[in-house]
């Protein structure tokens, strides 16, 4: 079955700098995969998505790298911001029919 | 556009009574979604919605748990008789056909 996971619980970062968080699944079906930001009493909300037909996507600030051959992923935030601070995660999917399935985040502490 | 809202967003109930949870979905999207997190574990998925058609059900862990979309607009998730294992926070999504969920901020049911 489709397993998501992320290689480190925390990370902390100086403002300014950037930051990157990774993620591994298992899958290779897996054809869809999207990142989340979820901020303290808030669900998660979308930041960046990818196809497995493509292996880099930039949005504002944010890059996703997705490496097929090894099925790892990650997301790139360039210069980190304090209001980047939240838990990240990140889901793949068969776009098929298959849920989402998601890993156990990432907290991303964003040291002033 | 409003969002994705849930009701409660936090309930506190006895072992063995009922909780039922309501979610809107973004008006027009088909689909709809609920995922549970229990503490410090990754978001799993429960069911799928399309309409008013449970399309997957796979993900609710037991008989005690019954999810329904009348009309293919709100839906509840009803919890009875609530276990301590229940505990957690219940997030609604929703979305367009091949598009990314949109979540809502979840309500957070706290079973003693």
């Known amino acids: 079955g489709e397993s998501v996971g992320l290689h480190l619980p925390t990370l902390s970062v100086q403002e300014g700098d950037n930051s990157i968080i990774n993620c591994a699944y298992s899958n290779s079906a897996s054809d869809y995969f999207i990142w989340y930001k979820q901020e303290s009493g808030k669900g998660p909300q979308f930041i960046i998505d990818i196809r497995s037909n493509m292996d880099k996507r930039q949005g504002q600030r944010v890059t996703v790298l997705l490496n097929k051959t090894v099925k790892h992923l990650s997301l790139q935030i360039a210069a980190t911001q304090p209001g980047d601070s939240a838990v990240y995660f990140c889901?793949?999917?068969?776009?098929?029919?298959?849920?989402?399935?998601f890993g156990k985040g990432t907290r991303l502490s964003v040291i002033a | 556009e409003a969002g994705v809202t849930q009701f409660p967003s936090h309930s506190v109930i006895e072992k063995g009574q009922t909780v039922t949870l309501r979610c809107d979905p973004i008006s027009g999207h088909d689909n709809l979604y609920w995922y549970r997190r229990v503490m410090g574990k990754e978001i799993k998925f429960l069911l799928h919605f399309v309409k008013e058609s449970k399309q997957d059900e796979s993900g609710m862990p037991n008989n005690r748990f019954l999810a329904e979309r009348t009309g293919g607009t709100y839906s509840t998730l009803k919890v009875q008789p609530a276990e301590l294992e229940d505990s957690g926070v219940y997030f609604c999504?929703?979305?367009?056909?091949?598009?990314?969920?949109?979540f809502g901020n979840g309500t957070r049911l706290t079973v003693t």
């Open positions: 889901a793949g999917a068969n776009s098929g029919n298959t849920p989402l399935v």
């Open positions: 999504a929703s979305s367009q056909s091949h598009s990314p969920l949109h």
